[in-house]
């Protein structure tokens, strides 16, 4: 049964001197109490193992955000941290390179279809803006068409509502069509001839490629001379060792990577073709102190290794789809799957929630999210299966979703969905 009364007194002190000390509470938007739903929601994790999750009120969470992706194979992984506390005890970075920078870059070339060479950074921002410099110093040209989210950098934020501080002149720099309208990006490609450098985007973030629009978007590039680039940030190895270029068959110029890569550890790249990165690395300048830091690198060789003898790519694709068909068949039952619909590859699901009339309802997905994560099963926006996920938790997260789902139905038949909330509606942040 729910725990109705989960008393957050603790967490909320915490987050009030929080949010009068530490800009924005924490460090990451998706992190924050106001994007979950505030006075239901766990506010700060403090341990986790496997895929379980315990809260500073010493609740147990299933959870499905795993860090908001790096924990693909679950928190504290036993041979990661095996790894990443041997190699600490010979110091975690020095003055000069280290080997396991070349033994890494090697792994990487060998696993992911279009790195011919690497770059170590640390975030997956780092990442994309330097594959997006690189785009540039590469054709010498200055616009760029890119996705919905590729980090917090200007060229990424300043078409947002969250654009102070960034030139207003850049905004004439970049174009955000949308996933899956090709027409829109054959459009800009028209109306900037010379000028775009590259098209940035996710490979799929929910919505599968239609059309073959993956393979149709790096012909429409290159016939205009400009390069793909592969924002693989969340889809990196969760798709499978070589990514979701790798699944879709369709191999990017330049591709970025992060989150997963280091089992929890903070490490990201660009990769790309050797002719483009020799092409703009005497013209560009990308250059940062831990990018070497051999835990991270430690702890991606690691978990790389238990990907590969483990098949994780796979469990997650089987682990997803199983729970994507459950949990479609629990909100068919329910009566409410034109309301509530699972969406996305199984390697990274989302949920969309409509009223009755159709609309995107922020009230059913509040209503839906409470229930859950009443019942113990935590998320912020996607659902990421790791390699700990088994079927202990795939049955308490269907009953969750189950008597959450019956719950809305309710709330839907008697149009009182207001009524039913007990938290804050969580806001968007981009
Ligand atoms: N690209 C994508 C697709 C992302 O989802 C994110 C982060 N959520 C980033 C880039 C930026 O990564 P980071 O937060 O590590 O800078």
């Known amino acids: 049964m729910a725990n109705n009364t989960q008393n957050l007194d603790k967490s909320l002190k915490l987050w009030e001197r929080a949010e009068n000390i530490i800009m924005n509470g924490t460090q990451l938007y998706s992190k924050m109490p106001s994007v979950s739903i505030k006075g ?49 005890a010979k110091g975690s970075i ?42 540039r110093a590469y054709t010498g040209r200055e616009k760029l068409i890119k ?84 924002d693989e940030v969340v889809t990196g190895f969760r798709f499978g060792l070589g990514g979701a270029q790798e699944h879709f068959g369709v191999i990017p110029d330049i591709a970025t990577f992060g989150k997963g890569m280091a089992g929890g550890l903070p490490l990201s790249c660009v990769v790309g073709r050797k002719k483009v990165i ?34 994780v790519a796979k469990k997650i694709w089987d682990f997803g789809a199983e729970l994507k068909e459950k949990t479609s068949r629990i909100l068919k039952d329910a009566g409410i799957i034109n309301n509530i619909r699972c969406v996305g590859l ?7 929630f409509k009223d009755n009339q159709g609309k995107d309802s922020k009230e059913l997905k509040t209503l839906f999210m409470q229930e859950v994560v009443k019942r113990k099963i935590f998320f912020v926006w996607n659902i990421l299966p790791s390699f700990a996920h088994g079927g202990k938790d795939m049955a308490e997260t269907i009953e969750a979703f189950k008597v959450s ?21 969580p806001i968007t942040v981009v």
């Open 40 to 88: 239901v929601s766990p506010i700060y994790f403090v341990e986790g193992k496997g895929s379980k999750v315990i809260d500073l009120e010493g609740n147990k969470y299933i959870d499905y955000s795993m860090a908001l992706g790096p924990c693909i194979l679950g928190y504290a992984n036993p041979e990661v941290n095996h790894a990443v506390k041997k190699q600490m």
């Open 94 to 135: 020095f003055s000069l390179p280290h080997p396991i920078e070349v033994e890494a870059a090697e792994l990487l070339c060998k696993i992911i279809p279009c790195a011919e060479m690497v770059r170590f950074l640390k975030t997956g921002s780092e990442a994309t803006n330097t594959a997006v410099r690189m785009a």
């Open 147 to 230: 996705g919905h989210y590729h980090g917090w950098h200007e060229w990424s934020i300043c078409d947002t509502p969250k654009n102070g501080g960034i030139p207003k002149v850049l905004r004439n720099y970049v174009f955000t069509p949308n996933y899956n309208d090709y027409d829109a990006y054959e459009k800009i490609f028209r109306r900037h001839k010379g000028e775009i450098a590259a098209v940035i985007i996710e490979p799929i973030e929910f919505e599968p490629p239609r059309d073959r629009f993956l393979h149709r978007i790096k012909e429409l590039a290159h016939r205009n001379n400009a390069l793909l680039i592969f």
């Open 278 to 311: 020799m092409g703009a690395k005497d013209k560009i300048f990308v250059s940062t102190t831990f990018g070497g830091d051999t835990l991270a690198l430690r702890a991606f060789l690691t978990t790389i290794k238990i990907m590969q003898s483990h098949n």
């Open 346 to 352: 199984p390697p990274r699901l989302g949920f969309e």
């Open 405 to 425: 789902a019956q719950i809305c139905r309710k709330a839907l038949n008697e149009n009182r969905l207001k009524d039913y909330l007990e938290g804050e509606m």
